[in-house]
């Protein structure tokens, strides 16, 4: 067993440690909320973290073939939330809808996918792929300039208000209850997402460990140069993993839309930072430490609001970032970043 | 028989055995003499920051007399205190190499010392009636500022490149949450700000108008070039420069690389302090909104569109981007912001086509034709189309009513039209040769139909857009911007 895979399961270990310790304290030592309080919050925060893990995955996949910080994933992720909206209002509205109702949400999750993934195909084309070569400092300004772009370009086409999806007449409003009716809630549409998401994630998975593209984006996250030398294409695989994660980002952000049922132009940015997060400590690069950190983002944030307030979660979770930054900057599952000279 | 021809010397080569010295004795001789020459002689000793710092004011005051007192402060306040806001950034980002997105907190960081050092207002039960000369306030403004810069550069021992970017960003965010919504003991006033704000106060001077503000901003702003021109050519400024390069080189020749970084955002931080506090006293007040996302990114559009690690660039950049701003804004008039646009469109076209002006000339006139075509046809076709208002017109209304199509009710066709724009800009940067000039065509005729129905109507979030653009723009055809200069990466 080599060190860096010892470090990851000592890292994995010491997490594990000290979530049941939380559980423990959650449980025992706050009588007034009881138990089912914490496993209400946990069902909401895992909900919640496999749509930060969607969104992180690829933050993560773009981060580890090309070293850049893709400010521009959170507005994709909106933009796909407005795709899938589009599709909705274009089928009849959430009220009648002119198909039925599985296919419809079928539909928009198809759509808002191939829309966000072209985008970040377009992003990638005009933004990035002439800064291949640039200082690094280059392509996160052009970054900076797509995000504002799309951000604005959304308030202008689609107004300053607020659209509200109406998840729960799509789907209606039920859900299982686990230890009677004042026990532990989960809607259908949570059950939905959850499965959704990993489903998502493990064919991705799949794709990048068996299949030839996979196999080149791997060697051409681990040295460009070198792969280009072996017959690959870099610009194809880059492209090819923009298309990826972009798309990803576009199903997280119909996800968010049929969860909360309000999308608006500025909805990319918190979460956009927060998938950015969810990588960070899963280990940037490390598909996943991705799905890993977005579920643990999720919690946090889930227990946070719970337990503090709805204005302070956002400052836990940023805690945990520099934190996790700070300390360990190769996050849970990463390797550390050797530096090339 | 070997006869040695001497070897012919061509004039153009380099002239061995002519001495510089005699072959420039006429040029030295014709110099002007006397008062003139030694101006001359002066000037040309000069070093850059001084004839910076000499052609400024030489611009800027001959506007003077003949600009009102609101566009005074809209323009000429606003273009100061941004190009000072850019020389702060661009010792961060320009010499120093580093992001630094959390640069519009100390802005607001120098603005809220200022005025709580020198004004009445109170919150939560707390009241505060310090009334401090501006002197001292200003000075406790930039220490504030210095010393949090030197706070948030000490994070970047251990970050590197897009880790900073996001701490920075996230020392942003909390700067926004500290002073809306955590106000601790009333001192920022929540989301109402800070109202009641001293004009600066010099021991027993006053500055009250407008033109004072602007002498004063003027006068800083000169200062400071010429602090950070000798900075920029000190040791210091040389090491900047080298660390940015390549740090590990940089550390290896023996520099306190580290140092470097946290001095750079701080001697950043305490300008943007310096900004802050006069902006402050200026429009008497500092409140949240004043320090968002969007100033960021208009700084950013500042620095990137002058050049990085240029001074000059700082200054034109700030002049070119605040006033276009400003134009944009939703309260001057329409018609200005339509010449704007139009302006920069053909501009931005003929920079980014790289095509004979003749031929530009032809794709001109054809998109008027077309124009003119378009609106015929459709006009015939469809009386909805072209039956709509032109939004403030001024003297175009005539030509944009029969050229522009323009709907009664734009409304979806606004948006495909804003699509299909995005759609014919792709393609015309993909088309070559005479393709590409037949695509300008209903591209500019597209653009001139989003703009009349869409664009002109929401001016404050179009110009947004358009900064958005020329980040990515700016970076992708000329990263070094207008005065920057071309680096060379050695891989």
Known sequence: ?341 | MTETTPPHVPDTSPQIGVDQWVAQADERTDRPTGVRGRIAAVWRRLPPAGKLALLTPAIAVPFLPFVSEGNLFNYGLFILIYALLALGLNVVVGFAGLLDLGYVAFFGFGAYTYAFLSGTHGNKGHTYTHHWDAQWSILAAILVCAVLGLFLGSSSRRLLGDYLAIVTLFFGQAFVVFTNAADPYGITNGSNGLANVDPLKFFRFTISTTRGYYWFLLGCVVVVLIVLYCISESRTGRAWKASREDPLAAELMGMPVNRLKIMAFSLGAAIAGLAGSVFAAAQTGAFPQNFSTQVLILIYAVVILGGTGSLTGMLVGAAAIIASNQVLDSTSPPNVARVLFYSALIATVYFTMRSSWQRLLVAFAATAAFGFAVHAIVGAVWSRGTAGQVTSGGFLTGVIQNWVLLPTNPGRLAVYGYLLMIVCIVALVQLKGWWRLALLVPTLYVTAFVWENLLVQQPAVTRYVLFGALLIAVMTIRPQGLFGTAKVEIG
């Open chain 1, 1 to 341: 067993m080599n060190s860096a895979r010892g470090q990851r399961l000592g890292n994995l270990g010491g997490l594990g440690l000290v979530l049941v310790a939380w559980m423990f304290y959650a449980v025992y030592f706050s009588p007034t909320t009881g138990w089912t309080f914490f496993f209400q919050l946990t069902v909401n925060g895992i909900i919640l973290g496999s749509v930060y893990a969607l969104i992180a995955l690829g933050y993560s996949m773009v981060y580890g073939i090309l070293k850049l910080l893709n400010f521009a994933h959170g507005d994709v992720y909106m933009i796909g939330a407005f795709i899938g909206f589009g599709v909705l209002t274009l089928l009849g509205g959430p009220l009648n809808p002119a198909i039925p109702v599985a296919l419809l949400v079928f539909c928009m999750f198809v759509v808002a996918m191939l829309g966000s993934g072209f985008l970040g195909l377009a992003i990638e084309r005009f933004a990035y792929r002439p800064l291949r070569d640039a200082p690094r400092i280059a392509p996160l300004i052009s970054a900076l300039g797509v995000a504002f772009f799309l951000e604005n370009s959304a308030l202008l086409l689609f107004g300053s208000q607020f659209r509200s999806y109406d998840g729960f007449d799509l789907i209606s409003y039920n859900g299982i209850h686990i230890g009677g009716d004042n026990g532990v809630f989960i809607q259908y549409l949570g059950v939905l997402v959850i499965v959704g998401a990993f489903l998502l994630m493990l064919a991705l998975l799949a794709l990048v460990r068996w299949t030839r593209l996979g196999k080149a984006m791997r060697a051409v996250s681990f040295d460009r140069e070198a792969a280009a030398m072996m017959g690959i294409d870099p610009d194809r695989v880059i492209a090819a993993t923009f298309f990826i994660g972009s798309a990803l980002a576009g199903a997280a952000g119909v996800m968010f839309g049929l969860l909360f049922s309000q999308i608006y132009h500025l909805m990319g940015f918190l979460a956009g930072l927060k998938g950015f997060t969810a990588a960070v400590v899963g280990g940037i690069g490390s598909i996943p430490g991705a799905m890993l950190g977005g579920l643990l983002v999720g919690l946090v944030e889930s227990w946070a609001k719970g337990y503090l307030n709805g204005n302070v979660s956002d400052l836990v979770v940023f805690g945990i970032l520099i934190g996790v930054m700070l300390v360990r900057p190769s996050g849970l599952l990463g390797t550390p970043a050797l530096q090339k000279v």
